[in-house]
């Protein structure tokens, strides 16, 4: 209880995290994180597919639908849908694949999301987690727990990269790369 996601006449989709102090709004552009107000840290992330497919042959995503169910999310785009949910564990998310994305050349099938956010990223446990610091260096979120299978529940290899257009830029996404 007090996990169910709150949709207004407009159409937008909020829900509050009371274990882990923080709020999500969830829009056709994307996923916006901020702490409640009072904490100790001044932040917020957006998060959103961007693209899927494999090297050479990755596909943008564009024009979501999005549906509610208690305490579920799900952005139900044309090959994908992508799925949150909002419990005591914090915010789950995962992207479920009814087909492949194009033809398997070389390379890992990669789900590519832009992300965007006033905090320092750590790419640690061996690619399968991301920690997010503030300025005082106080983790703030933990993007993590990266798990893979296919249709028949095999699990698969999975890591995750960060995404940075310079040497020393900020991050500008997060590549998850799944060898299927």
């Known amino acids: 209880a007090g996990y169910e996601i709150v949709s207004?006449?407009?159409?937008?989709?909020?829900?509050?995290?009371?274990?882990?102090?923080?709020?999500?709004?969830?829009?056709?552009?994307?996923?916006?994180?901020?702490?409640?107000?009072?904490?100790?840290?001044?932040?917020?992330?957006?998060?959103?597919?961007?693209?899927?497919?494999?090297?050479?042959?990755?596909?943008?995503?564009?024009?979501?639908?999005?549906?509610?169910?208690?305490?579920?999310?799900?952005?139900?785009?044309?090959?994908?849908?992508?799925?949150?949910?909002?419990?005591?564990r914090g915010l789950e998310q995962g992207f479920t694949l009814a087909v492949p994305p194009g033809k398997k050349r070389n390379g890992e099938l990669t789900v590519k999301l832009s992300v965007s956010a006033p905090l320092a990223a750590a790419l640690n446990k061996g690619g399968r987690d991301v920690t997010f610091r503030d300025k005082a260096g106080?983790?703030?979120?933990?993007?993590?727990?990266?798990?893979?299978?296919?249709?028949?529940?095999?699990?698969?290899?999975?890591?995750m990269a960060l995404n940075r257009p310079g040497k020393d830029s900020a991050l500008s996404g997060i590549s998850i790369l799944v060898d299927d």
Request: hydrophobic fraction near 35%; aromatic fraction near 12%.
């Open 138 to 159: 106080r983790t703030v979120f933990r993007y993590g727990g990266l798990k893979a299978w296919d249709a028949n529940g095999r699990v698969l290899l999975a890591r």
């Open 8 to 88: 207004d006449k407009k159409g937008a989709h909020s829900a509050g995290n009371k274990a882990h102090r923080f709020q999500t709004s969830f829009t056709t552009d994307g996923v916006l994180i901020t702490p409640f107000t009072g904490t100790t840290s001044d932040w917020d992330l957006t998060m959103a597919l961007d693209e899927v497919g494999y090297e050479g042959d990755l596909k943008k995503v564009t024009g979501p639908k999005i549906v509610t169910y208690k305490n579920r999310v799900e952005y139900q785009w044309d090959s994908v849908t992508e799925w949150y949910v909002n419990d005591d």
